[in-house]
């Protein structure tokens, strides 16, 4: 049986949080670059966005439109992505805090 997935597009304020909380190059101490953050852990976030979008909690209580996933990554210990459900039953990636 298919599964339904929704496009995710991850939008340029993303980006920008991202770049805020992670630096370009790994840390002395082994944090993770954005690069890393990237390949390693945004996939996983993307597919559970993509495949169960309406299984994730939403922000604010009867705003089924806005949802956020929070999880343990790879090389994060703890992140929370917020997403929008906009037209067309697409997901917006809009928003990420981390705690590394």
Same mark, same amino acid.
Not at 31 to 41: A, G, K, M, N, R
Not at 57 to 75: I, K, N, Y
């Given at each position: 049986? !298919? %599964?339904?997935r929704r496009v995710?597009? &991850?939008?340029q304020d993303f980006f920008d949080r991202l770049d805020e909380q992670l630096g370009p190059d790994r840390g002395d !101490?082994?944090? #993770?670059s954005v690069t *890393?953050?990237?390949? $390693? =852990?945004? #996939?996983? $976030?993307? =597919?559970?966005? !993509? %495949?169960d979008f309406d299984g994730l909690p939403e922000v &604010?209580?009867?705003v089924p439109s806005v949802r956020v996933l &929070? !999880? %343990?990554g790879r090389l994060v210990q703890a992140v929370a992505v917020f997403g929008i459900l906009a037209a067309g039953d697409t997901v *917006?990636?809009? *928003?990420i805090e981390i705690d590394p």
């Amino acid at each position: 049986m !298919a %599964t339904d997935r929704r496009v995710v597009r &991850v939008a340029q304020d993303f980006f920008d949080r991202l770049d805020e909380q992670l630096g370009p190059d790994r840390g002395d !101490a082994g944090e #993770p670059s954005v690069t *890393d953050f990237l390949v $390693i =852990d945004l #996939p996983a $976030i993307v =597919d559970r966005f !993509a %495949t169960d979008f309406d299984g994730l909690p939403e922000v &604010v209580e009867g705003v089924p439109s806005v949802r956020v996933l &929070v !999880a %343990t990554g790879r090389l994060v210990q703890a992140v929370a992505v917020f997403g929008i459900l906009a037209a067309g039953d697409t997901v *917006d990636l809009v *928003d990420i805090e981390i705690d590394p």
